[in-house]
């Protein structure tokens, strides 16, 4: 059974403070790991597709590779409009995203 | 591109009850799937339809039903309302295409069963 676990569930941090978000995954046939950011009572928004080990994407102050095991999601010098619930999730070969509970971010000035 | 949309935006309804969501895919998406959230965890998948047939479906029971409409635009039926069923309901549509997986979101609708 496929299985998405993130880690911290929670991360306060500095404006400017760079950390990273963790995804481990176990997937039988994996067709792509995605990352999206969601905000109180909102859809999620797509941030990231990866689809093989090795793969790097980055978009503003998010970054985020692949392994065959887990994903980071790198946030580089993080701002206050950063904060937000950011989601993983993993697509086999059926039809339906895997998401993980998602790791909530708080970046304070 | 016109975005995903849902409606309605809240709604509130009795155990035992009977609920209709709708959901209306990005401009040139010809699936939508839909995922339950309860509050402090990740969606769950309910089904996904594609050509106006349903192409997979969750662990989730017979009370939940959908419908594809030629245009595209879905709906999302559940029978029965049980206070469990209170949570963000979220339609996201995407293409079926080999390579192409992204799945896109709408706003969702906040159903709270009382």
């Known amino acids: 059974e496929d299985q998405v676990t993130q880690s911290p569930e929670a991360l306060r941090l500095q404006e400017g403070e760079s950390s990273s978000l963790n995804c481990s995954y176990t997937v039988s046939g994996l067709r792509g790991l995605f990352w999206y950011r969601q905000d109180p009572g909102k859809g999620p928004e797509f941030l990231f597709t990866?689809?093989?080990a090795g793969e790097e994407k980055e978009k503003e102050r998010l970054k985020a590779t692949l392994t065959k095991k887990e994903s980071f999601l790198h946030i580089t010098a993080p701002k206050p409009e950063d904060s937000a619930t950011y989601l993983c999730a993993v697509l086999n070969s059926g039809y339906a995203l895997n998401f993980g509970k998602g790791t909530s971010l708080l970046v304070t000035p | 591109e016109t975005g995903v949309t849902q409606s309605p935006t809240h709604l509130i309804k009795t155990r035992g009850q009977q609920v209709t969501l709708r959901c209306s895919s990005q401009?040139?998406?010809?699936?939508v799937s839909w995922y339950q959230q309860a509050l402090g965890q990740g969606p769950q998948f309910i089904f996904q339809y594609y050509r106006e047939e349903e192409n997979g479906r969750g662990n989730f029971p017979p009370r939940f039903s959908g419908l594809q409409f030629p245009n595209y635009s879905s709906e999302l039926n559940v029978n029965a309302l049980e206070l469990d069923d209170s949570a963000l309901y979220l339609c996201?549509?995407?293409?079926?295409?080999?390579?192409?997986?992204?799945?896109?979101f709408g706003p969702g609708t906040r159903l709270t069963v009382t």
């Open positions: 401009s040139g998406h010809n699936t």
């Open positions: 996201a549509s995407s293409r079926q295409r080999e390579g192409f997986y992204e799945q896109y």
């Open positions: 990866l689809y093989s």
